[in-house]
Structure formats: structure tokens, C-alpha cells
């Protein structure tokens, strides 16, 4: 464990160092684009913050090389080389798109030639954890390869799809990523007897690098991580995810079956908010007859925001249900399903209680605006089913109420 601190550590001070590098030359060169509709932020902000997270995980992972504990790893270095490959060309391709927004489907050839690339390196799903007696089935070649490319393409997109508030891909990928770190480093010490894996290492140096970069992104950000950042960060993910899938235990039987199940379920639970949002903004754009690429502002942070979140709070209602699902998953590795699943559904209701928090209280303050004597104008105010306002989530909310509904509007409806 010392040695993945010491590695994460490594990429975090470099990260670190490289976004302040990275966003004084944006500014000092103008790199960044203007403010599109869709965006939260107000102010033209530099994207390029991808670039100083892969050179903190490139940096650790060449430092790492020369660690004699991880000469396991290093053994076959091909599979290594191939991820940082992949993962300097995906950065070019998002730090392209970042600057001069690609149509989607350059961006989609680019993740599907560096997907194939991966599972060409012997990346690649070999094996699930289903099967009868709660073995694995083995996948041939060819479904092998195109699970794997398509389980990369989608986590990328997925991670990418939630980049829209500030700080939230790099605290989701933290959460996420520490409890597939812990997965994966105890599996290896039981499958392996050994700590060291290649898994576990990519996660580790990938947490010290969102880590690192996390300072600038907070809100208000500094710098973006960018598409390239982001497509880099679910690239990695997908990839700790696949090699884990190489130390399933064959010979476990039913009465394990919760746990034969975990590598399988702990990848879209560590991502079930990413996931979410990519199901949804595919089934809604597909519906509405446009490229499930395309951009729009209806996505769940988006969403948050809408019903009156602020932006702060919105970020740490994606952490919560982040981790709420992923430390779920994981506790029915430790203790009796039925602790765990009663764990889970507790934390499921109360994320979902202040989630939906301030419906209630607009719902409240609605009341009282309907019931209020003073005409039309309180209504267009407060009553967002009033014909007669426009946009019930606009600037007109933060208006003085008037005396009569002081003590029913909140403070911060917004």
C-alpha cells in the first residue's frame, strides 16, 4: 500500500504543478473558448486542465517503472505502454475538440480506433463473472473484442457527459475510483498473493492525478479538465475495470454467488451517476430525432440546477449517490447481504430526500403565493404554474418577496 501512496503522491505534485502551468499559458495565449448556451459557468475559462493530468499519471507511471516492487507489473510492459499511448492520443483528440469543437463523429472514430488499439494490447474482457454453478464465462475472441471496445467507448462518454460542473468529474472519479482501488488491491492479495497489479496501479496513479488537478477545478474553476481530461480520466477507468476481470476466481461456487458477482457489478456502480446520465441523454436526444453526441442542457446536473440546488450543493449531491452505490456495492464483500443492502437503501433514501428538497419548499412557497390577496404580480412571481411567468426558474425568483411571503420563501431558492 505504501508504494501506491507513494505513486499517487507522485502524480498528484506533478498534476498539480502542471494545472498551474497549464492555465497560466492559457491565459497568457487567450487558450480558451467562448461561453456556449449550454455551459454553467459565465466567464470564458481555459479547458485544457486534461493536459496536466496525464502528464501527472505519465510522470508516476515512468517513476513507478523504476520501483522494484512493481516489477511484476512491469514484467509484460506492452499492456503499460499501451495505455499511455492510447491515453496521449485521446488527450490530442480532446485537447482538438476543446479548442475547436469536432463533430461528433470524428470524436467517436478517434475513441473506437483507440478502444480497438487497447483491446488489440491484450486489454480485454476475456471473461464475466456469470455462469452456471456462479463460475465465469469465457468470451471468444471476437465478442471479447467487441465488448471491449464498446465497454471502453461507453465509459469514456459516460465520465465525459458529466463534466459540467465544476469539480464534479474529478470528486466523482476520486470516490469512485478509491473504492475500485480497494476492490482490486484485495483481490489481487487473495487471487494473486500479491498487492501488486496493474489495476490497482493505473487506479492509484489516476486518483493522485484528479487529486492534484481537483484544487484548480473547484468551484469557482480555474481551468476545465476539458474533454480531453475527461475522456482520458473514463479511459482509464475502463481500463482498471478490464484488467481487473483477469483474477475472477473460476472455482467459486453458488454459495458465493453475491461475491462472483461484484467484479461485474462494482464497474457500473462506481459509474452509476456517470451511466445514468449517458442511458438518458442517448434515449432523449434519439427520441427527439437528433445524434445521441449532440449537446444540450437537460443532463442531470443540469437538472439539479433547475430545481433550485446550488451549484455547490449539486456537486455534493453527485458525490453522495457516487458513493452511496459504490461503498454499497462493496460492503456486500464484508459483511451478511442483508446488512448490506439495508446500508444502501438507507443511504439511497436519504440522497434521495435531499435531492428532491427543494420541490418541497417551492411547493410551500407556491402555496402561499396562490393563496396570497395581492393580484397577478406575487403570482407571476412565485407560482412557477402561473401562465403569466415565462420562466419560473429565472433571475425573478431572487426578487424581494413581498411581506406576506418573507417567512415562506427561502433564503436561496436558486
Known amino acids: 500500500m505504501t508504494f501506491y501512496l507513494l505513486v499517487a503522491l507522485i502524480a498528484g505534485v506533478v498534476s498539480f504543478g502542471a494545472s498551474w502551468a497549464v492555465l497560466r499559458l492559457s491565459h497568457r495565449?487567450?487558450?480558451?473558448?467562448?461561453?456556449?448556451?449550454?455551459?454553467?459557468?459565465?466567464?470564458?475559462?481555459?479547458?485544457?486542465?486534461?493536459?496536466?493530468?496525464?502528464?501527472g499519471i505519465v510522470t508516476a507511471l515512468v517513476i513507478a517503472s523504476q520501483i522494484s516492487w512493481f516489477d511484476l507489473v512491469y514484467a509484460d510492459p506492452f499492456p503499460i505502454i499501451a495505455i499511455v499511448a492510447s491515453a496521449l492520443v485521446m488527450l490530442g483528440l480532446g485537447v482538438v475538440d476543446d479548442l475547436y469543437d469536432l463533430n461528433w463523429m470524428?470524436?467517436?472514430?478517434?475513441?473506437?480506433?483507440?478502444?480497438?488499439?487497447?483491446?488489440?494490447?491484450?486489454l480485454q474482457l476475456t471473461?464475466?463473472?456469470?455462469?452456471?454453478?456462479?463460475g465465469i464465462t469465457v468470451l471468444s475472441p471476437t465478442?471479447?473484442?467487441?465488448?471491449?471496445?464498446?465497454?471502453?467507448?461507453?465509459?469514456?462518454?459516460?465520465?465525459?457527459?458529466?463534466?459540467?460542473?465544476d469539480g464534479l468529474v474529478a470528486g466523482v472519479t476520486i470516490i469512485a475510483g478509491t473504492v475500485f482501488f480497494i476492490y482490486s488491491?484485495?483481490?489481487?492479495?487473495?487471487?494473486?498473493?500479491?498487492?501488486?497489479?496493474?489495476?490497482?496501479?493505473?487506479?492509484?496513479?489516476?486518483?493522485?492525478?484528479?487529486?492534484?488537478?481537483?484544487?484548480?477545478?473547484?468551484?469557482?474553476?480555474?481551468?476545465?479538465?476539458?474533454?480531453?481530461?475527461?475522456?482520458?480520466?473514463?479511459?482509464?477507468?475502463?481500463?482498471?475495470?478490464i484488467s481487473v476481470t483477469g483474477q475472477i476466481d473460476p472455482g467459486i461456487d453458488r454459495s458465493q454467488l453475491v461475491p462472483a458477482f461484484i467484479p461485474l457489478a462494482l464497474p457500473f456502480a462506481v459509474l452509476i451517476v456517470p451511466l445514468l446520465d449517458f442511458g438518458l441523454a442517448v434515449?432523449?436526444?434519439?427520441?427527439?430525432?437528433?445524434?445521441?453526441?449532440?449537446?444540450?442542457?437537460?443532463?442531470?446536473?443540469?437538472?439539479?440546477?433547475?430545481?433550485?440546488h446550488s451549484h455547490f450543493h449539486a456537486v455534493l449531491i453527485f458525490y453522495a449517490w457516487t458513493?452511496?452505490?459504490?461503498?454499497?456495492?462493496?460492503?456486500?464483500?464484508?459483511?451478511?447481504?442483508?446488512?448490506?443492502?439495508?446500508?444502501?437503501?438507507?443511504?439511497?433514501?436519504?440522497?434521495?430526500?435531499?435531492?428532491?428538497a427543494p420541490l418541497s419548499r417551492r411547493k410551500r412557497i407556491e402555496a402561499v403565493a396562490q393563496s396570497a390577496p395581492e393580484g397577478e404580480a406575487a403570482l407571476a412571481r412565485f407560482d412557477p404554474l402561473d401562465a403569466a411567468a415565462p420562466d419560473p426558474l429565472s433571475d425573478e425568483l431572487d426578487a424581494p418577496a413581498p411581506?406576506?411571503?418573507?417567512?415562506?420563501?427561502?433564503?436561496e431558492i436558486r
Request: positive net charge; aromatic residues 8%; charged residues 10%.
Open 29 to 55: 495565449f487567450k487558450l480558451y473558448p467562448g461561453i456556449r448556451d449550454r455551459d454553467v459557468h459565465t466567464t470564458p475559462t481555459p479547458r485544457l486542465g486534461g493536459i496536466a493530468i496525464v502528464i
Open 106 to 122: 470524428t470524436k467517436l472514430a478517434g475513441q473506437l480506433l483507440i478502444a480497438g488499439f487497447l483491446a488489440w494490447s491484450s
Open 127 to 134: 471473461s464475466l463473472p456469470i455462469g452456471p454453478d456462479g
Open 143 to 165: 465478442l471479447s473484442l467487441i465488448v471491449t471496445v464498446l465497454a471502453v467507448v461507453l465509459v469514456m462518454n459516460a465520465v465525459n457527459f458529466i463534466d459540467g460542473l
Open 185 to 241: 488491491y484485495l483481490l489481487s492479495i487473495d487471487t494473486a498473493q500479491t498487492a501488486f497489479n496493474l489495476a490497482s496501479l493505473v487506479m492509484a496513479v489516476l486518483l493522485g492525478a484528479t487529486a492534484g488537478f481537483l484544487p484548480f477545478n473547484w468551484h469557482p474553476a480555474k481551468i476545465f479538465m476539458g474533454d480531453g481530461g475527461a475522456l482520458v480520466v473514463g479511459m482509464l477507468m475502463a481500463v482498471s475495470t
Open 283 to 308: 434515449l432523449r436526444r434519439l427520441r427527439a430525432g437528433k445524434s445521441p453526441f449532440s449537446a444540450d442542457r437537460k443532463h442531470l446536473h443540469h437538472r439539479l440546477l433547475d430545481m433550485g
Open 323 to 356: 458513493a452511496v452505490v459504490a461503498v454499497g456495492a462493496l460492503l456486500f464483500l464484508f459483511w451478511p447481504w442483508w446488512w448490506a443492502l439495508t446500508a444502501v437503501v438507507v443511504g439511497l433514501i436519504a440522497c434521495t430526500a435531499v435531492t428532491l
Open 403 to 411: 411581506e406576506h411571503l418573507a417567512e415562506a420563501r427561502p433564503e
